[in-house]
């Protein structure tokens, strides 16, 4: 069964600063591995993702995440955080096969100014 | 595109009546998701369809709960009858397999209040 991990409720960061958010997974075979964040009141919103490739992928509002084999990780990055980055953070995977997004619980990200 | 279309947005009902929630996928997709999102148990998957049939319901909770797509456009989830524990927002979300995209879209939502 494929499942997520994201080990923070809550990460706060300094306006400026970079941010890290946090995500494992575990699945059977070759990972499709997402980023969603979700602002208030609002659906989830697609933010990047890994199928193949180069391990670094960037995404959108100059967010990106590096694919960690070995380690099963796929942390959320960004040089420098801003106010309005200020959201929650989900991790998804799924397996090479049709199926559904797994989801982690959810990060909430505050970017203090 | 409009994207994936929830109605409605917002439903307050008291417990006991029937719910009935609905979704527009994106023209095209063939993969239709309901979710469900609470603060305790974050985003659950309740159900799924692919060419509008059912391929997964093992993650609606109850008999209570039911979902329908009598065509590629359009999809319900009812709840009937509603109890106070269904109080969460119900996303809706579509995927297409016939192009490089592999993300799923997701709908506003709809934040059900059972009373």
């Known amino acids: 069964a494929q499942s997520v991990a994201q080990p923070e409720d809550q990460v706060n960061v300094a306006e400026g600063n970079p941010l890290t958010v946090k995500c494992t997974y575990s699945v059977s075979g070759n990972p499709y591995l997402f980023w969603y964040v979700q602002y208030p009141n609002r659906g989830l919103q697609f933010l990047l993702k890994?199928?193949?490739?180069?391990?670094l992928v960037k995404g959108s509002y100059g967010f990106e995440a590096e694919f960690n084999k070995s380690q099963t990780s796929f942390h959320l990055k960004k040089p420098s955080a801003l106010v309005s980055d200020s959201a929650l953070y989900f991790c998804?995977?799924?397996?090479?096969?049709?199926?559904?997004?797994?989801f982690g619980k959810g990060t909430r990200l505050s970017v203090i100014a | 595109d409009a994207g994936v279309i929830q109605s409605p947005r917002h439903e307050v009902t008291e417990m006991g009546q029937e719910v009935t929630l609905r979704c527009k996928p994106i023209?095209?997709?063939?993969?239709l998701f309901w979710y469900r999102q609470t603060m305790m148990r974050g985003l659950e998957l309740l159900i799924y369809f692919n060419n509008n049939v059912p391929i997964d319901d093992s993650g609606m909770p109850e008999d209570r709960f039911s979902a329908k797509m009598p065509n590629a456009s359009f999809s319900t989830l009812k709840i009937q009858p509603s109890e106070p524990r269904d109080s969460a927002v119900y996303f809706c979300?579509?995927?297409?397999?016939?192009?490089?995209?592999?993300?799923?879209?997701f709908g506003p939502g709809t934040r059900l209040t059972v009373l």
């Open positions: 979300a579509s995927r297409t397999t016939g192009t490089s995209l592999y993300e799923q879209f």
């Open positions: 998804a995977v799924r397996d090479v096969r049709n199926t559904p997004l797994v």
């Open positions: 023209s095209g997709h063939d993969y």
């Open positions: 890994y199928i193949t490739g180069d391990n």
